[in-house]
């Protein structure tokens, strides 16, 4: 796994956070959002990563990827240890960029296809494995260590970095996610798959099938933190979503030093 190589890109408001003078607080904190699947995590994190200056790791397109490689070699997704070896032997990096990231797997461009149905249902069955999601975390927490990072996925605030700075929980009303994700296919068929590849009804079997998986496999099922922010988006628009967010970010920065400057005497 190499780490990102234009940083700058995801950081076009340039941000910069004083040292901080409260035990505790880092001025470059981990960032997890957690929750199932259309809960708007990426596109969340992805304004995160922008408003502070972060980078935005989105952890489910290096499950996709893996899934990728795994279908390319006819594997079944059931066996870990043939999965295991095609991991030992994948090289799969991710870029963050202003609105997502691009995935590169053993250094090509998959970032489209990594989004198709058939990846889709993949990643979610190669993802219950125990030993491969230990080794996933380790590059995921490899990726984060400098911190300064909004990292999206299922257990970035429960195992990849249970002391993240900020938890943010994402949830939403499967019909809500459905249809949403059912929009996004239809407005943004370069990064999703067709418009006419899923029906609504199809979309929402999925996303209740993939939960399911996500929710009750035994290895860091989909579960809020003790410690997270659980945000409900079922009734809440984008820009409320987006506020609470930055609100619970802005809370954990360091404070600015000059307001703790004493005043001229
Ligand atoms: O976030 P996503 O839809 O791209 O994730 C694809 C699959 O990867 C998802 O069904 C579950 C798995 N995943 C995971 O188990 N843990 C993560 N941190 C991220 C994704």
Redesign the pocket.
Known sequence: MSTPPDPSSARPFGSRFAASAEAGKRDRPVIAIDGP?GAG?STLAAHLARRFGFLNL????M??ALALKAIENDLDFDEEAPLLTLASQTNIALEPHRDGNRVLLDKQDVSRRVRDPDV?AA??RV?IHPQLRAWMVAQQRALGLAGGVVME????GTA?FPDAEVKIFLDAAPEVRGSRRFQQNSIAPITAAPPDALTAAAILRDLQE?DSR?RNRVDSPLRPAVDANVIDSTSLTLTEVIDRAEELVRAHLAPDPARHTLPPT
């Open positions: 699947a995590k989105e952890t489910g397109a499950y996709r889709t990643a979610s993802s996925g299922r257990d970035i990849v993939r996500d």
